[in-house]
């Protein structure tokens, strides 16, 4: 996935008050939209060190943490021992480059990771393959934003271009809607999140 070596270097400093922040809003948004969750399995797709993952450890049943990332993973495997967490697992794996035939849950949620994605479609296909009949794939990301120049990242999205892509690839009951703006939380430039709720 895109950048890995970038999160390499700062997972042991990632976890800034602006990104808990961040994380906080994010899983209140994405809890919202969980339906009889309690008795569902998830994935934190690129998890990161699990910020929006372990504010929803209780909504779930259990949940998968994956990122490309191991230096990433190893910062939620010591969250998980020191807090004896037992209803989580984790995995490094990159779906840019290859895809798991034997994986399969009912949830999967991703905060501000598509646009590390390089072939949004190609990801968002093999999620697809991976969501059981009628699992739920949440996606948390920025707004396009133009002032945003970046060889590293996307400069967000649009939410009826997304729309139509993830409807191409078969995903229904597609919903979107901006749920927060921030000051200076996008590459140093002011910035709204949505999130958008779909259906295989």
Do not use: P
Request: with cysteine; aromatic share 8%; proline share 0%.
């Amino acid at each position: 996935m895109g950048n890995t070596d970038k999160f390499e270097m700062i997972a042991n400093t990632y976890d800034t008050s602006g990104r808990i922040q961040i994380a906080k809003v994010s899983s209140d948004a994405i809890r919202e939209y969980l339906i009889d969750a309690k008795s569902k399995n998830a994935i934190d797709f690129g998890c990161g060190t699990g910020l929006v993952g372990m504010n929803l450890l209780n909504d779930f049943k259990s949940i998968l943490f994956l990122d490309t990332s191991q230096n990433m993973i190893n910062q939620i495997k010591q969250k998980i021992s020191s807090s004896n967490i037992q209803n989580v697992a984790t995995l490094c794996f990159d779906f840019e480059k290859d895809s798991l035939s034997d994986l399969h849950t009912d949830y999967i949620f991703m905060a501000q990771v598509l646009l590390h994605i390089n072939d949004v479609e190609l990801v968002l296909s093999r999620l697809y393959e991976v969501l059981k009949e009628s699992g739920h794939l949440l996606i948390v990301d920025f707004d396009k934003n133009e002032k945003i120049d970046s060889d590293m990242v996307h400069n967000g999205f649009d939410q009826i271009e997304l729309t139509e892509i993830m409807t191409k690839i078969g995903y229904r009951d597609i919903q979107s809607k901006t749920f927060y703006t921030g000051s200076k939380i996008f590459m140093g430039h002011d910035a709204s999140l949505f999130i958008l709720d779909s259906q295989k």
